[in-house]
């Protein structure tokens, strides 16, 4: 059964920077590109990153390119999510996703872990 566990959210001011991270079991982690999502309140859960398997690629949603950083470390079964220069609209429940293949539509993934609450105060 595939877990995940997010956690490194909180309150912070706008302008603040925060890393979230999120730990996987039951899977080959080194084997599936890793996602992370967001869902704000009325709002649909929305692509914001991904890291490929492999070599490492990495996407972006363009509303946070430039000011966030994916990384993972298979050895920890850990992806990671930096945010920087954070904005009021970045207020959600941010969430990671596991797949072979890297996929921008949240109904295409099964599982979810309980989310990171992330809120940004102007």
């Known amino acids: 059964q595939v877990q995940l566990v997010e956690s490194g959210g909180g309150l912070v001011q706008a302008g603040g920077s925060l890393r979230l991270s999120c730990t996987i079991s039951?899977?080959?982690?080194?084997?599936?590109?890793m996602h992370w999502f967001r869902q704000a309140p009325g709002k649909e859960r929305e692509f914001v990153a991904a890291i490929s398997r492999g070599l490492g690629t990495t996407y972006y949603s363009d509303s946070v390119k430039g000011r966030f950083n994916i990384s993972r470390d298979n050895a920890k079964r850990t992806v990671y999510l930096k945010m920087n220069s954070l904005k009021p609209e970045d207020t959600a429940v941010y969430y990671c996703a596991a797949s072979i293949l890297l996929k921008t539509r949240a109904t295409d993934f099964p599982s979810w872990g309980q989310g990171t609450q992330v809120t940004v105060s102007s």
């Open positions: 039951g899977l080959t982690f080194s084997s599936y590109s």
